[in-house]
């Protein structure tokens, strides 16, 4: 009985000891760290004309808007007489958008209108229809629409008031899909995952973890790629296999890094900083210099004038020295205590990690924002 109870007690303890471990280990999904290849947006652009504004549009000094409404009027069979003309209700403009992927023919997207002259504001004005090119020439959407800017710009009595940007505006599905961008994910029987940091070790794991779920089909063609190998089984729904790999848990690595802004004195610190046995001295010298303002006094029969003379008295002042000794293989909450302990500020302990560094007593890359 008392061996029954003794083995009881031990996988007890084990048990304990491993749900410990694992509440304190960083397991994520690999959908949280990696993407699947090939799963990208597009960035759109095209040259447009916004048209009924108040006043607030470009100047007739802005030639290239001018040449572009008239050719735009031309293929309507509209001539125009610029001698004449006022531009302000007019502005030349960029439309840019974001094509994301699986988009389809006839799907809207949202775009961004901003004014290339030296009109005051877009907001109230119509864009006209305006084709959105990618980097390879082709269109992929035409945009048109209302514009808003949710900023103003008014004046009056030698005063003016603005808010937000008013030469930049929005127009939610202002856009037209009118092409789709082709997707060949898991067409010829293999998917790629890229990783959002790329990593030795976490690519392994990731690895791992795939082939303990779906046999050898995943390797880790380099840190920042783990090339999968779709089962036949999964051969006609591609998607719900990838959904199950993003699902996985997998405990990612990272270098150790402290990050740190030394304007605000924010220091960020990974739990796997560690560093060898060192001790740390923290002091301060404090220099204090005054003036006085006296008066100087001729002697007697010296036909001397009385003045004002200037009195400096310096006063230094030096704090005891705190010292702490910190052990090997020391972790990050042992060095934020320790130089909690001894009154440090964040820009002393940005200092001291500095000096730690040079040292070559501290395991990790600093890196200053």
């Known amino acids: 009985m008392k061996k029954i109870f003794t083995v009881l007690t031990l996988i007890l303890c084990i048990s304990l000891?491993?749900?410990?471990?694992?509440?304190?280990?960083?397991?994520?999904?690999?959908?949280?760290?990696?993407?699947?290849?090939?799963?990208?947006?597009?960035?759109?652009?095209?040259?447009?004309?916004?048209?009924?504004?108040?006043?607030?549009g470009d100047s007739d000094k802005i030639q290239h808007m001018i040449n572009s409404t008239v050719s735009m009027l031309r293929t309507y069979g509209i001539t125009v007489d610029t001698s004449n003309w006022k531009t302000n209700n007019i502005a030349a403009v960029?439309?840019?958008?974001?094509?994301?992927?699986?988009?389809?023919?006839?799907?809207?997207?949202?775009?961004?209108?901003?004014?290339?002259?030296?009109?005051?504001?877009?907001?109230?004005?119509?864009?006209?229809?305006?084709?959105?090119?990618?980097?390879?020439?082709?269109?992929?959407?035409?945009?048109?629409?209302?514009?808003?800017?949710?900023?103003?710009?008014?004046?009056?009595?030698?005063?003016s008031a603005q808010k937000n940007f008013p030469t930049v505006g929005i127009s939610p599905n202002g856009a037209i899909v009118e092409r789709t961008v082709e997707d060949d994910i898991g067409t010829k029987g293999q998917i790629s995952f890229s990783l959002a940091e790329t990593d030795?070790?976490?690519?392994?794991?990731?690895?791992?973890?795939?082939n303990s779920a779906y046999g050898g089909v995943a390797r880790a063609a380099n840190?920042?790629?783990?090339?999968?190998?779709?089962?036949p089984y999964y051969r006609t729904n591609v998607v719900e296999f990838i959904a199950n790999i993003e699902e996985l848990p997998v405990m990612p690595d990272s270098i150790a890094k402290v990050v740190y802004n030394?304007?605000?004195?924010?220091?960020?610190?990974?739990?796997?900083?560690?560093v060898d046995e060192c001790a740390i001295t923290q002091g301060g010298l404090s220099i204090k210099v005054t003036s006085n303002t006296g008066v100087s006094q001729p002697g007697p029969f010296s036909y001397g004038n009385t003045v004002t003379v200037r009195n400096n008295d310096t006063e230094v002042q030096e704090q005891a020295a705190n010292s702490i000794v910190m052990g090997?293989?020391?972790?990050?909450?042992?060095?934020?205590?320790?130089?909690?302990?001894v009154g440090a500020?964040?820009?002393?302990c940005i200092s001291i990690l500095q000096?730690?560094?040079a040292a070559g007593a501290i395991h990790a890359v600093l890196e200053i924002m």
Do not use: H, W
């Open 17 to 56: 000891i491993s749900s410990t471990v694992f509440a304190e280990s960083a397991v994520t999904r690999i959908k949280d760290i990696a993407k699947v290849q090939g799963v990208r947006s597009n960035q759109l652009m095209g040259y447009g004309i916004v048209v009924g504004l108040q006043g607030t």
């Open 94 to 159: 960029m439309v840019t958008a974001t094509l994301p992927p699986f988009v389809r023919e006839g799907d809207t997207i949202d775009i961004t209108v901003s004014a290339m002259g030296n009109a005051k504001s877009i907001q109230g004005g119509t864009l006209i229809q305006t084709p959105l090119r990618a980097a390879n020439g082709e269109v992929y959407a035409v945009a048109q629409g209302p514009v808003s800017t949710g900023g103003f710009v008014t004046g009056g009595g030698g005063g």
């Open 200 to 210: 030795f070790t976490t690519a392994s794991r990731i690895a791992n973890a795939i």
């Open 223 to 231: 840190p920042g790629r783990i090339d999968v190998s779709i089962p």
């Open 262 to 274: 030394e304007r605000t004195g924010t220091i960020v610190m990974g739990g796997n900083v560690t």
């Open 328 to 341: 090997p293989s020391t972790n990050v909450n042992d060095i934020i205590g320790a130089l909690n302990s």
């Open 345 to 348: 500020t964040p820009r002393d």
């Open 355 to 357: 000096a730690l560094k």
